[in-house]
């Protein structure tokens, strides 16, 4: 991978390691190459969920101030969230552009959902049904339970800069739960054996 390219650069390089100096080294060098068009690419087997998050945790633990703290912590203290929460926020985000047509991808992709519901937004799109791992966690699958929970005020919103603004972390931490709900380890036999 050539993130880890870049953080032995940087490992190697830097010998002073502070969050001012590691940090931004990261969000410029790292974290682009792992945030790219996710939207396309993201992964729903727990074992590669893992093997990116190890990443920014090897990147955290770059720094000596903070490097006996757990993971948890160590975001906390650097202000980072986790990559699989960035991956949800740029999901719901890039929601909202294809719904409010900022971004135009080919037609059928979402279908709007027609039932009356008293609940809710007027913008909730149908899930479609899949038989597979590959359809059932594609993009309009995966995001769509969060994006029908999301309230009225978030979905209304003018500008993705008012969108974004309601995205509290509380609110992705509550929408995440039909989110997260991976698909098992495709071969756990192997993986158990090292």
Same mark, same amino acid.
């Given at each position: ?26 969000? +410029? ?138 995205? +509290? ?11 997260? +709900? ?13």
């Amino acid at each position: 991978m050539l993130v880890i390219t870049y953080i032995g650069i940087i490992a190697r390089n830097m010998h002073y390691k502070s969050a001012d100096i590691i940090l931004p080294l990261y969000k +410029s060098l790292v974290r682009p190459h792992l945030d790219y068009c996710s939207q396309v690419w993201n992964p729903y087997y727990k074992k590669d969920i893992i093997q990116l998050e190890k990443v920014q945790r090897r990147m955290t633990r770059l720094i000596p101030a903070i490097r006996d703290y757990p993971y948890e912590t160590r975001l906390k203290m650097l202000n980072l969230s986790t990559l699989e929460t960035r991956r949800f926020r740029s999901d719901l985000i890039e929601m909202f552009k294809i719904v409010k047509e900022i971004d135009k991808p080919t037609h059928g992709l979402f279908t709007k959902a027609y039932y009356s519901s008293t609940r809710g937004h007027c913008l909730k799109m149908a899930i479609t049904a899949s038989r597979v791992n590959c359809r059932k966690f594609f993009f309009s699958n995966r995001i769509t339970k969060a994006w029908n929970r999301l309230p009225s005020a978030a979905v209304e919103s003018k500008s993705v800069i008012s969108f974004k603004s309601h995205l +509290s972390a509380a609110m992705l931490r509550h929408l995440m739960g039909d989110y997260m +709900s991976h698909a098992p380890f495709p071969d756990s036999h192997i993986l158990s054996s090292n």
